[in-house]
């Protein structure tokens, strides 16, 4: 029984490039959150999806960043023209519902992005 | 969003229990309280959950102030690895609101 996958763990970007991190959800699992976690702070929630759908968008920078979660493969955050502020982990979580009565979310081992 | 409070940093020794308090005084009548822990270098691990009830589980026990605007996450006997940092969240039960906002935690050291 398969936890979330998120791949790669670690990712090396010159400043400008652009990041893509992938999230692989637990099987069955339809709801995908991502959250960032600057060096030494607390999680930051980014973006909620519900299979295609943005759901919430709050946490998520204007600019350069952007998720989706398709109806076939992995959840995916992209960040274009990457800057150092943006190296940290980011961590996806999943669960099956988005009730809090009946259900856990389940991590990912997070992508340490550093940009260079 | 509802907010919790809880103590920066706790020590314990190994073997012993551990009582981490959550205060969360502006909690709503549908927010379930929720903990979770985070071992260093990796991603958050659910522990446990509850509305109203204590609640027990293999992990730990919660304890739930009958007014609810307090919480006690119970470790029967700390080892060394649940050295960790823990979080009490309250978690709306659908919709947007049931993402889970982390605050800063309780850093738990555990010492021999």
């Known amino acids: 029984n398969a936890g979330v996958m998120q791949n790669p763990r670690h990712l090396v970007r010159r400043r400008g490039q652009e990041a893509r991190l992938r999230c692989s959800p637990v099987?069955?699992?339809?709801?995908v959150y991502w959250y960032r976690q600057l060096p030494e702070e607390g999680l930051k929630f980014m973006v909620y999806?519900?299979?295609?759908?943005?759901?919430?968008e709050s946490g998520m920078p204007k600019e350069r960043f952007s998720a989706e979660f398709p109806k076939e493969g992995p959840s995916i955050l992209r960040i274009q023209q990457v800057v150092r502020g943006d190296s940290a982990a980011y961590f996806c979580a999943s669960s099956l519902t988005n009730r809090a009565s009946n259900t856990e979310a389940f991590f990912g081992q997070g992508t340490r992005l550093t940009v260079v | 969003d509802a907010k919790t409070t809880q103590p920066n940093s706790m020590e314990s020794n190994e073997e012993e229990p551990v009582h981490l308090p959550c205060n969360h005084s502006?909690?709503?009548?549908?927010?379930?309280i929720h903990w979770y822990r985070q071992l260093p270098s990796q991603g958050p691990e659910y522990v446990i959950h509850g509305l109203t009830s204590n609640v027990n589980n293999r992990m730990a026990s919660l304890a739930i102030a009958e007014d609810r605007k307090s919480s006690t996450l119970i470790l029967h006997r700390a080892t060394l690895r649940d050295a960790a940092v823990y979080y009490c969240?309250?978690?709306?039960?659908?919709?947007?609101?049931?993402?889970?906002?982390f605050g800063t935690g309780t850093r738990l050291q555990v010492t021999l």
């Open positions: 099987k069955g699992h339809s709801h």
């Open positions: 969240i309250l978690r709306a039960n659908t919709g947007t609101a049931s993402k889970l906002t």
């Open positions: 502006t909690i709503s009548g549908t927010d379930y």
């Open positions: 999806l519900q299979k295609e759908n943005i759901i919430d």
